[in-house]
């Protein structure tokens, strides 16, 4: 069957990590660096992230985990009420986006914490809802990747079938289960945002028509809205 729709993945794919902040966490609050998770950018084994990935750890719980480590060493520090998001795009992706929402694909976003990392009224002030013909939270629809019916509702609020989708995480259990569901999948590695934006563009065939129209600005708000990547709000 024919891919007729790309369902994203939000964090660490459209926004960097919280871990490619943690850096300048530590700098504003006078932490010694290191101090907080790095995930896969740890210099050595992060195993909490590994279990994430992996599928053996909910991902709240990690952050639940090393929110109350930090705590514990008198350290108050949290990613979710800590890091502004707006500026934090990733440039490559979102040019991506831009190139897929001028093909023939429809394009969806299925997301388990946007509602944690921004607000539950992301959705009403998001300068992007117009690059997506469908957005699923997990909080609206009582499931969390990598559950089947997060994938199922995704491809239905495209009004496609799940065989019809081209799904893209950056961990690899919710990789795995939308490929259980019926989906293609492609890993995004945010060591290599890049190189995935490149695969994910070659695997839906826009190719260099797609790379060139990566190249436009980018800019929020529609077609008429105006200003760039530094649109956005506080998480």
């Known amino acids: 069957m024919s891919l007729r729709a790309v369902v994203w993945d939000m964090g660490g794919i459209l926004y960097v ?3 490619e902040v943690a850096a300048e966490l530590e700098a504003a609050n006078g932490l010694a660096p290191g101090t907080l998770p790095r995930g896969p950018f740890a210099d050595g084994d992060d195993r909490g992230y590994a279990e994430v990935d992996a599928g053996a750890l909910p991902e709240p719980e990690y952050w639940r ?5 930090l705590l514990t060493a008198g350290i108050d520090v949290d990613v979710q009420r800590d890091i502004r998001w707006e500026g934090r795009e990733r440039t490559e992706v979102f040019r991506a986006l831009h190139a897929i929402a001028g093909s023939r694909y429809r ?3 299925l997301t388990n914490d946007a509602s944690a990392f921004l607000g539950p009224d992301w959705r009403s002030r998001w300068p992007w809802s117009h690059l997506f013909d469908a ?4 909080v609206d629809i009582g499931v969390r990747k990598p559950h089947p019916d997060a994938y199922r ?3 239905d609020a495209l009004r496609v079938a799940v065989e019809e989708c081209l799904f893209v995480d950056d961990l690899t259990v919710n ?8 989906m293609a999948a492609l890993r995004f590695d945010v060591m290599d945002p890049a ?3 490149a695969a994910i563009l070659r695997r839906i065939g826009l190719g260099p028509t797609g790379a060139s ?3 436009r600005p980018i800019r929020a708000g529609g077609s008429g809205g105006g200003g760039g990547l530094a649109l956005g709000w506080r998480a």
């Not at 990789?175 to 019926?182: F, L, P, T």
């Open 153 to 155: 509702a995704a491809a």
């Open 17 to 19: 990590t919280p871990f």
């Open 175 to 182: 990789v795995d289960a939308a490929r259980a569901a019926g």
């Open 213 to 215: 129209r990566a190249n």
């Open 65 to 69: 985990r090393s929110r109350q480590n």
């Open 107 to 109: 394009q969806g976003l």
């Open 135 to 138: 957005m699923v939270d997990s």
């Open 195 to 197: 190189g995935s934006v």
